[in-house]
C-alpha cells in the first residue's frame, strides 16, 4: 500500500513527519481534516467527521486511535514521536553510536517541552477568563525564550546538525519547533544566534524538503487550530 | 537526591551548567555520559543493561505506549500546576474531574494494548515497562485504587513489575517514597498522606 499519513490541515504535529517523508523521497498519501470555522466560531464539518465517525470506525485497527496517524505495509500506528522514529529507523534517519543517540534524545525532550508549552498558551483551560491566561503564559514564556534558545544553540554548537555529523530525524522535528518560534514571537529572538538561522535554513535547503515547505501544502502560519488562542490564522504580528 | 530546592538551585547548577548542556532535574552521571532528560536517561540505561526493543515491532510498541501513557501523566502535571490566576483551584477541580471520568476508557485501552502480552513492548521486559508502571501507580494514588482495581489485567502487569528482583528490595527501602508525587505548591498529590477525591 501506499504510506499513509493522515492529520489535520494545520502543520501542527504533522509537519516533521511530512518533511522526513518528502526527504526520503517517499510517495505518500497526505490525508488532511479540514477545520471550517463557521459564524458561530465552533469549527466543525471535518471536525465532526473525525470525531463522530472515523475515530469510532478505527477502532480495532488502531490501538490508541488518534491523529496523526500513520500506516503502512508493516505497521499501523499513532502518537507523532513514535512515526518520527519509525520513520527515522526505516529511512536510516536514526542515530548511528551512542553518542548521537543520547544527543537525539535530549534534544528531542528539550524541544517536546517548548512544543508541550505552545499548545498550552495556545489553548486554555475552557473556561471564561482564558484569554487572561493565555496572555499570562505567553509573556512568561516570551521572558524564557531567550535563554532556552541559547542553550539549544550551545548545544548545537559548530555542528551541521543536532546529533552532530550526521543529519537525522530530530532535524526535522528541531525546525518545526525553532520555525514555530519565530513565528509565533518576534524572530530577533532566533536571528541573535547566527548558528540556529543557518541550522534553519540548512535544513530549508534539503532536497525535498525545499520543495514541501514552497508548497501549498506546508502552511507556514497555520501552526495550530483555528480556535487556538494563538498560532491559528494567516495574519498575525507578534506581540513578544 | 535533593531535599532542598536551594541546594539545588543556589549551589549545584552553577556547577552543573559546566558539565551538563541543559542542567535539570534528573540528571545521570557515568564513565561515558553526563545526560539529562529522563526519556534520554532511560533510553542510554536501557542500551546499556539490554533492557531495550530488539525488533521493529517492539520498539514500535515501546514508542506508542510511551507516548500514550505519558500523555495522561503530562495532563496530571498541567492540572497540578496550573498558571496563577484567581480560580485555580475552581479549573483544578474541573480538570481532575474531567480525567476521572475518561479514566475507565483509557485504562481499557491499555488494557487491550497489553493484551496476552507479559510486558509492554510483547515477551520481553524493556525500559519503558518501568516508566509505564510509574504512571499507572501515579494514577492509584492520585485517584481511588479502585480505578485501576477494575482492570485486573493492569493490577497483575503492576505487581508482575513490583516483584521483578532489585526492583521489589528498592521499592520496600525508604529510598523509595511512593507519595507526594508533585511538590508542595501543587494543587493535589502533594504531601505523603495525600487522600484522592474521586
Redesign the interface.
Known amino acids: 500500500m501506499k504510506p499513509l499519513l493522515v492529520y489535520w490541515d494545520v502543520r501542527g504535529r504533522a509537519t516533521y513527519l511530512r518533511m522526513i517523508l518528502h526527504y526520503a523521497g517517499v510517495d505518500f498519501e497526505d490525508k488532511r481534516y479540514k477545520f471550517e470555522v463557521t459564524e458561530s466560531q465552533k469549527a466543525y464539518s471535518d471536525y465532526k467527521k473525525w470525531f463522530q465517525e472515523d475515530k469510532i470506525k478505527l477502532q480495532g485497527i488502531l490501538d490508541f486511535p488518534n491523529l496523526p496517524y500513520y500506516m503502512d505495509d508493516t505497521v499501523r500506528m499513532t502518537q507523532s514521536r513514535a512515526i518520527l522514529e519509525h520513520l527515522g529507523r526505516k529511512h536510516h534517519l536514526d542515530g548511528r553510536n551512542e553518542q548521537e543517540l543520547f544527543r537525539i534524545d535530549m534534544i528531542y525532550d528539550v524541544l517536546a517541552d517548548i512544543g508541550f508549552i505552545l499548545g498550552e498558551i495556545a489553548y486554555p483551560p475552557p473556561v471564561e477568563n482564558r484569554q487572561e491566561i493565555h496572555d499570562k503564559t505567553r509573556k512568561a514564556y516570551a521572558e524564557t525564550l531567550p535563554a532556552q534558545l541559547a542553550s539549544i544553540s550551545k548545544f548545537l554548537g559548530s555542528n551541521d546538525w543536532m546529533a552532530g555529523n550526521h543529519l537525522t530525524y530530530v532535524d526535522f522535528y528541531a525546525y518545526d519547533i525553532l520555525d514555530d518560534n519565530r513565528k509565533l514571537f518576534d524572530p530577533k529572538h532566533i536571528n541573535q544566534f547566527p548558528n540556529l538561522v543557518a541550522y534553519l535554513r540548512r535544513i530549508e535547503e534539503l532536497k525535498g524538503v525545499k520543495e514541501f515547505l514552497a508548497s501549498p501544502a506546508f502552511q507556514p502560519m497555520l501552526i495550530m487550530g483555528p480556535l487556538a488562542l494563538f498560532g491559528g490564522s494567516e495574519t498575525r504580528v507578534p506581540t513578544e | 537526591m535533593y531535599t532542598d530546592p536551594s541546594e539545588y538551585y543556589d549551589k549545584d547548577l552553577r556547577n552543573l551548567s559546566e558539565l551538563l548542556?541543559?542542567p535539570n532535574l534528573p540528571y545521570y552521571i557515568d564513565d561515558?555520559?553526563k545526560?539529562?532528560?529522563?526519556?534520554?536517561i532511560l533510553?542510554?540505561l536501557g542500551?546499556k543493561h539490554n533492557l531495550d526493543g530488539s525488533n521493529?515491532q517492539e520498539?514500535?510498541r515501546m514508542?506508542?505506549i510511551?507516548?500514550?501513557v505519558i500523555e495522561f501523566f503530562?495532563a496530571l502535571l498541567?492540572m497540578a500546576y496550573?498558571?496563577?490566576?484567581?480560580?485555580r483551584k475552581?479549573?483544578h477541580e474541573?480538570?481532575r474531574k474531567q480525567f476521572h471520568a475518561a479514566l475507565p476508557s483509557k485504562l481499557l485501552?491499555i488494557t487491550?494494548?497489553l493484551g496476552n502480552d507479559e510486558w509492554m513492548g510483547g515477551k520481553k521486559l524493556t525500559y519503558i515497562d518501568f516508566i509505564i508502571y510509574d504512571v499507572l501507580d501515579a494514577i492509584r494514588r492520585l485517584f481511588h485504587p479502585e480505578n485501576l482495581n477494575a482492570f485486573p489485567t493492569l493490577v497483575a502487569y503492576v505487581t508482575r513489575v513490583e516483584e521483578l528482583k532489585g526492583v521489589k528490595e528498592y521499592l520496600a527501602s525508604d529510598a523509595f517514597q511512593p507519595m507526594p508525587i508533585f511538590g508542595p505548591f501543587a494543587l493535589f498529590g502533594n504531601t505523603k498522606d495525600y487522600t484522592p477525591s474521586e
Open positions: 548542556d541543559f561515558e555520559v545526560i539529562t532528560q529522563s526519556k534520554a533510553r542510554h542500551r521493529e520498539l514500535v514508542d506508542v510511551y507516548e500514550q503530562v498541567s496550573l498558571p496563577d490566576v484567581e480560580n475552581e479549573i474541573k480538570l485501552a487491550k494494548f
